[in-house]
């Protein structure tokens, strides 16, 4: 059976562990050890150890893992604005040539 872990009811702490246990788990179908995939990361492999078990890491030591696992294409997907009429293409091409509002300094 799937996970059917759902992003929408969780907290960021859940979020970041789920996304831990699944790279470990990637991480253990390819047969690598945590020291293996810190080498191939070029992280320590107390940071692969936090990712895992806490879900804790930079920005950048989640990226370094996941292109070392070889999903550096499923983050082609996150984030990607979904088109669901053709206002809403529109909308989005204005999102994207205009700037965001100046604070107000008072």
Known sequence: MANMFDFNLSTTPEI???LGRRLRA???MQGWSQVELAER???SSGTIKNLESRGQASLESFVQVVAALGLADDLGELFRLKMVSIAAMEQAERANR???PRRSTR
């Open 16 to 18: 970041c562990s789920e």
């Open 26 to 28: 990637r991480r253990l």
């Open 41 to 43: 990361a070029g992280l």
């Open 98 to 100: 205009q700037r965001a």
